[in-house]
Nanobody, 124 residues
């Protein structure tokens, strides 16, 4: 089992920045690819970004790649999501997830473990 706990969410004005953290415990964190997804009310869960086990490869949703950056620190068992130039449409619950076997990292079903989510609200 892997336990994932997100932190860093909150209320921010449009144009502001936030950094989310996801701390992992349990099985060896450095073996997993990690991803961030988000879900707004009434919407499906949406891919945000993913990072390979080593951190050498990253992937982003097209609409976010110029504003968001994913990174990881395997020594701290933590993955991060730096979000800049936030917009009201970025308001959602943000989830981190761990993928044991890999695959298409943009798809939620490729992930085996999920955090409980952290709310981000961007005011206009």
């Amino acid at each position: 089992q892997v336990q994932l706990v997100e932190s860093g969410g909150g209320l921010v004005q449009a144009g502001g920045s936030l950094r989310l953290s996801c701390a992992a415990s349990g099985r060896t964190f450095s073996r997993f690819a990690m991803g961030w997804f988000r879900q707004a009310p009434g919407n499906e869960r949406e891919f945000v970004a993913a990072i390979s086990w080593s951190g050498g490869n990253t992937w982003y949703a097209d609409s976010m790649k110029d504003r968001f950056a994913i990174s990881r620190d395997n020594a701290k068992n933590t993955v991060y999501l730096q979000m800049n130039s936030l917009k009201p449409e970025d308001t959602a619950v943000y989830y981190c997830a761990a993928s044991v076997y890999g695959g298409n990292y943009g798809l939620p079903y490729q992930y085996d473990f999920w955090g409980q989510g952290t709310q981000i609200t961007v005011s206009s």
